[in-house]
Every structure is written in structure tokens, then in C-alpha cells.
């Protein structure tokens, strides 16, 4: 520490004396002593914490929902990752190399701004690229074009899966009478030849 005016403990309030005094944050110094007691008594409260809330009405501990990249569940991300994989292909861009940035801000907008889950993001691009086979130019930033084709895939899929839904239990083995047709190929005429037309 440089020498000047006396340095205070942020935690005891006490002066530091020569090398004792550890930075602690915002140019702010503390004794090494305090700072360890300080970390020990967090991480106490913070395990009472735990143990308090770690058991629920039964007595059971609540399964751990797996928290991955920004605070999203495991399922959450997994479409997050199929999505981009999808744009990836779209593109032909089979390196590793990656997106141009406003990729990610727009579609990580779309998400939270329209509340646009991952999953239906790409099913849009699904929609757009399969169905209607939409003419996709990244270059003019087709990724922002989801909120509007959103809807209209929404009631696409919905649709489908009442479609699906209705005809689970058709039985469509007997639906159509199987017959079988003989085709009779017509006979070729062949052109005749002549001995008299070899001979000359």
C-alpha cells in the first residue's frame, strides 16, 4: 500500500496498518482477518438458507430444474441450439464460423420483446422455408420477418395436430380396395427384309 493518509477496514472500521489490508472493491480496503470472517459468515448464512427452503411440504427435496446459459432450462436451450443450427443450414454454412451479429440480436429480441418462444422461432423458419418456401436472403435480415409469419405458423401447426389428433384412430387398412392391372404391351411391328434386298 502506498503510504499517505491512513486506510480504514470497510467491515471493522479500524486503520489498516502497512501490507495487512487486502482491496476489497471500488478502491475501498479491508484487514485479510475481516474479509475471511466476512466470507465465512456468507457462506453460513447462505447454506441456512438451503437447508430452509431445500425441503418442500412433503419433506422432499424439489428436483434441481437444470439452469444452462442465461438462465434457460435445459429444454428451453436445446431449442435455442436447434434453432440456430437451422439458420446455420439455411445458409450453408457448414464451419464453425460465426453468425453476423445482428442475427443473434434480432432473434434474442424477437424472444423477449414478442415473447416468441425459441421453439416456434424455429418452426417459423420451418414454415417459411418448407411450406410456403419463402426465398430467404440473411443479407437483408429475413430473421426479422418471425413476428409476422409467426401467427400464420402458429394456426398452420395447431391446425396439423387437430388434423392428426381427429384421425388417430383411423384404421385406413381397408380404406382403399388393392387391385392388381396386367398392362399388355403392344406387339412392335418388325420390319420385314426381303432375300432379295440382302442379295444386292
Not at 475481516?34 to 419433506?59: D, H, M
Not at 416468441?116 to 436472403?137: C, G, R
Amino acid at each position: 500500500m502506498s503510504a499517505g493518509r491512513p486506510k480504514k477496514c470497510m467491515i471493522c472500521g479500524e486503520s489498516i496498518i502497512g501490507e495487512e489490508g487486502i482491496l476489497y472493491k471500488n478502491n475501498r480496503f479491508v484487514h485479510s482477518k475481516c474479509f475471511q470472517s466476512e466470507v465465512k459468515n456468507i457462506a453460513k448464512e447462505k447454506q441456512k438458507q438451503l437447508n430452509n427452503t431445500s425441503t418442500n411440504k412433503r419433506g422432499r427435496k424439489p428436483k434441481p430444474q437444470a439452469e444452462l446459459k442465461d438462465g434457460l432450462s435445459e429444454e428451453e436451450y436445446n431449442d435455442k441450439k436447434t434453432y440456430y443450427e437451422y439458420i446455420k443450414q439455411l445458409m450453408n454454412n457448414e464451419s464453425d464460423e460465426p453468425f453476423d451479429p445482428k442475427i443473434y440480436a434480432i432473434s434474442t429480441n424477437i424472444n423477449e420483446k414478442y415473447g416468441i418462444p425459441w421453439k416456434w422461432m424455429y418452426l417459423t423458419l420451418v414454415y417459411m422455408n418448407e411450406i410456403i418456401e419463402y426465398n430467404f436472403d440473411f443479407k437483408k435480415g429475413v430473421v426479422g420477418l418471425i413476428p409476422y409469419y409467426y401467427s400464420q405458423t402458429k394456426k398452420f401447426y395447431e391446425e396439423l395436430d387437430r388434423i392428426e389428433t381427429n384421425n388417430k384412430d383411423l384404421n385406413t387398412d381397408g380404406m382403399y380396395k388393392e387391385t392388381t392391372i396386367y398392362i399388355k404391351h403392344p406387339k412392335r411391328p418388325i420390319k420385314q427384309l426381303s432375300i432379295e434386298d440382302i442379295g444386292e
